[in-house]
């Protein structure tokens, strides 16, 4: 019994994990609590395992090297706080009530236009503050209200907004991608790259689904009314800025292009965003009125945010800054809009502060935890119990990215996105990387997964969010003075329900078409008509010892003298002979080609011409 029990120790300790986390242990302390437990069951079966346990008592002086390696000494960690300071900052600057109000006015006369406006919100607010309560908590203050006094059904605006802000999870600079980048022990620059357009694609679903939805129920997304568009029409004026900013651009790239041909359409691009910016400015603050109200508050409330996206990811993505350095320049750019909006103040800096350090002990706390547990489930072996469980999955690379997005799925709904990370992904990366699945592309499928965790009941976070600031109770609307029901939490579950159905879909896509992640290899090399030329002369040799003589000999690597006239023949001992092509440089190095290759000897050696010792060869 005890040798059966040693000699299945790993799958006994994950589901003991299981037991104590369903137990309602906080994670942290569940993951070092079962590495220690079994660390010592597993010193005392081990004589009785076979040989499949592998602890001692002196691997537990590992455990420091194995925190400050792992996690304090983790530059990769750093950009968490700083993403999260930048997101709690950006949020009570109102930097998301300006957006919400812009954008609504701008969609607001077509059906669903308040739905759409959350949408495209919600993916900015991903791409600046990477923080799903955030998102979610502010546009559920703005928007929900909005919503519900003109009309919206409170299943769909509830759905909206809660999965508008789960895009936070991966859209750059999303800090669950920092989490597996780290756990796959890949760039995250690499991973950014490789989430940025399936996050985009995601964003365009959602719109797609409140377009059928417009369609089909018409009455559940009413336009804005007349009387609320307080910013009037003004569409025709903004197309005429957006051109006249998109010749700028051309006019500038081209300019450039002879002096700065790598950058110029980057350099172009930022001046015509400049100057138009400027302009919006002057005609608003003069009152010269050249352009709409409704352009002017656009161009004024959507630059900062896309120049602070910029200045983040763009800096990421050209090389020029690491995304630690990158979210270190966003937290300076959010204090810089919060301080431009007069709302920079102690008690903002302050709670942010509070939140940061909150989430990043969080945070710390459950990677020591795993470190503690991975020690263990590693000295028992189990990385390779799951790596082969695994593996022998029928399908190859595609029924294991299926099995494994099911079990993340399903695991979601009790765990949230930091716990599958640091506990699920390192059990599952060794048999990705077996079978040849790119690290990023399957990264990226474990993100979109994972969205679902903020979704779905019991523990769907998101939900959780909007909950706490949707009315509970009926209310009087400030601006109508009408009496309004209240959100009831089965509007709320049920409007998330059609969003995590697309976003399930969007794990198929991912999977069925790679290219969607794989475009940050960049553009295959192409060796076609490459060319290798060697000049005339050799490689500094020169008289009798010149070409690859002079280098001490191919076929002399223990410090032989080349043979006169450059030849690579070794004598018995050396590389073994040298088969055609690389004994005999040809005409123009240092000597003639001789008429044949020398043949290789027949004793043993390093040969190329013949095996090793103990390789096919006899001694």
Do not use: C
């Not at 040798?3 to 942290?28: C, D, H």
């Not at 993951?31 to 537990?60: K, M, R």
């Not at 699945?437 to 969010?465: C, E, K, R």
């Not at 002979?577 to 001789?594: D, F, I, K």
């Amino acid at each position: 019994m005890m040798e059966l029990i040693a000699q299945n120790m790993a799958p006994i300790m994950f589901v003991s994990l299981i037991v104590f986390l369903l137990i309602g242990y906080p994670v942290a302390f569940a993951l070092a609590a079962n590495g220690l437990l079994f660390f010592v069951i597993g010193v005392e079966l081990a004589p009785l395992s076979g040989g499949s346990i592998n602890l001692s008592w002196p691997l537990l002086g590992a455990l420091p090297d194995r925190f400050f390696g792992g996690v304090v000494a983790n530059e990769t960690l750093l950009a968490i706080p700083f993403f999260t300071f930048m997101g709690i900052v950006l949020e009570k600057s109102g930097m998301a009530e300006d957006l919400l109000d812009t954008i609504g006015q701008l969609f607001g006369p077509i059906r669903g236009g308040l739905a759409y406006a959350v949408i495209i919100v919600g993916a900015l607010l991903a791409a600046t503050t990477g923080v799903v309560a955030a998102s979610v908590i502010a546009m559920g203050l703005i928007s929900l209200p909005i919503m519900l006094r003109y009309g919206y059904d409170r299943r769909i605006a509830s759905g909206t907004i809660a999965a508008s802000g789960t895009l936070a999870q991966i859209i750059p600079p999303s800090l669950v991608l920092i989490v597996l980048a780290d756990q796959l022990g890949r760039s995250v620059g690499d991973m950014y790259k490789g989430a940025l357009i399936p996050g985009l694609v995601l964003t365009g679903f959602y719109m797609a689904y409140i377009f059928v939805v417009s369609i089909i129920r018409p009455h559940y997304l009413p336009a804005l009314p007349k009387e609320a568009r307080t910013l009037g029409s003004g569409v025709t004026s903004l197309a005429v800025a957006l051109a006249v900013a998109a010749g700028i651009f051309w006019l500038t790239a081209r300019w450039l292009g002879p002096t700065h041909a790598a950058d110029a359409p980057i350099w172009g691009l930022v001046i015509a965003v400049t100057v138009i910016y400027v302009v919006a400015l002057i005609d608003k603050t003069s009152g010269l009125n050249m352009m709409s109200r409704l352009a002017q508050q656009v161009i004024i409330v959507l630059i900062p945010p896309l120049a602070l996206i910029f200045l983040v990811l763009g800096t990421i993505f050209l090389g020029i800054a690491t995304p630690t350095e990158g979210g270190a320049m966003g937290a300076v750019g959010a204090l810089f809009m919060a301080g431009i909006k007069r709302r920079l103040t102690m008690d903002v800096v302050r709670q942010a502060l509070y939140a940061t350090t909150r989430l990043s002990a969080f945070v710390m706390f459950i990677l020591i935890g795993a470190r503690v547990f991975s020690l263990t489930f590693y000295g028992v072996n189990g990385h390779l119990w799951v790596e082969h469980l695994l593996t022998s999955l029928p399908g190859g690379e595609y029924g294991f990215l299926i099995v494994v997005s099911i079990l993340v799925f399903f695991l979601a709904f009790f765990l949230d996105f930091f716990e599958l990370a640091f506990i699920i992904v390192p059990l599952l990366a060794p048999a990705a990387e077996a079978l040849g699945i790119d690290l990023i592309w399957f990264g990226v499928i474990l993100g979109v997964n994972m969205q679902t965790a903020f979704m779905h009941p019991p523990f769907g976070f998101a939900l959780f969010y909007l909950r706490s600031v949707a009315p509970r109770t009926e209310y009087i609307d400030k601006v109508t003075k009408k009496r309004m029901a209240p959100v009831k939490s089965s509007q709320i579950y049920w409007g998330a329900v059609p969003f995590v159905v697309i976003q399930i879909v969007m794990i198929g896509v991912v999977i069925a078409f790679p290219g969607l992640v794989m475009h940050y290899k960049g553009a295959p090399v192409d060796t076609s008509n490459v060319r290798l030329e060697i000049p005339a002369g050799g490689l500094g040799g020169s008289g009798g010892t010149g070409g690859f003589g002079s280098l001490g000999g191919l076929g002399s690597p223990f410090g032989q003298q080349a043979p006169a006239g450059g030849g690579t023949a070794a004598p018995s001992g050396g590389l073994g002979g040298t088969p055609p092509g690389l004994g005999s440089p040809p005409p123009g190095l240092g000597a003639p080609a001789p008429a044949a290759p020398q043949p290789a000897p027949s004793s043993g050696g390093l040969g190329l011409g013949g095996p090793p010792p103990g390789l096919g060869g006899s001694n």
